[in-house]
């Protein structure tokens, strides 16, 4: 069988998994790290690291950066480059049939992404993290280790929740809000919030100054 060309973009921490659940599919020719701030030759793997993309024509890509506001300004770099993203899932999640995984997403070993979910494009879906079904789940997002998210939980765009979090069934976060580690999400969560603690309240100083919805 013939394998896609896949770059990963990115030379930290969450690259490195990234590579290893790539790896482990047995689809993929991974023939290069991506990383602009390099200011060195060096490999991952025994690959190498690039600071361009100059040598190598349109492939597939992941995008492994941690970063959701960085990973949102690669993915739709490559995009308008004609680069094609894909899903990188590893073969210990368990994923529905009946949920749907949109394009440059990673899903970590472990994960659960239940029936009727569906996760938007160039997200996380971290190791052991549960996404229960009817989930909603926004682009560029980052659901980390070992979070719960209840039945019909709504994530906007670039949400992070932070590892061990959990969220009430139904409950609404807002675009590019945090869910701090370790929180409990009891009511609705307004765009660009961070919360902390049980149950989750905002920050001192980081509620948004207006917002339709309460904590």
């Known amino acids: 069988m013939q394998k896609d060309i896949l770059i990963i973009v990115g030379a930290g921490g969450?690259?490195?998994?990234?590579f290893e659940i790539a790896n482990s599919l047995n689809a993929y020719r991974i023939v290069a790290f991506v990383d602009e701030t390099t200011d060195e030759e060096k490999q991952f793997f025994g690959i190498p690291v690039w600071r361009n993309l100059n040598e190598i024509q349109p492939c597939s890509f992941v995008v492994a950066i941690g970063?959701?506001?960085?990973?949102s300004r690669k993915f739709h770099e490559l995009l308008s480059r004609q680069y094609k993203p894909v899903v990188?899932?590893?073969?210990?999640?368990v994923i529905s049939k009946y949920s749907s995984i949109a394009a440059g997403t990673v899903i970590c070993p472990q994960a659960v992404v239940n029936a009727n979910a569906?996760?938007?494009?160039?997200?996380?879906v971290n190791t052991g993290a549960?996404?229960?079904?009817d989930c909603e789940i926004g682009a560029h997002s980052h659901?980390?280790?070992?979070?719960?998210?209840?039945?019909?939980?709504?994530i906007g765009e670039g949400v992070l929740v932070g590892v061990s979090a959990t969220a009430r069934?139904?409950?609404?976060?807002?675009h590019w809000s945090t869910v701090g580690a370790g929180a409990v999400v009891t009511?609705?969560?307004p765009d660009h919030c961070t919360v902390v603690g049980v149950p989750a309240r905002p920050l001192p100083g980081k509620a948004p100054q207006s917002s339709g919805s309460k904590l």
């Open 14 to 18: 969450h690259a490195k998994v990234v």
């Open 67 to 71: 970063d959701n506001k960085v990973r």
């Open 88 to 93: 990188v899932a590893h073969p210990s999640a």
């Open 118 to 124: 569906h996760v938007g494009e160039n997200c996380i």
């Open 130 to 133: 549960i996404i229960e079904h």
């Open 143 to 154: 659901v980390s280790v070992g979070v719960c998210l209840a039945g019909k939980v709504q």
């Open 169 to 174: 069934p139904g409950a609404k976060i807002g």
């Open 187 to 189: 009511r609705d969560i």
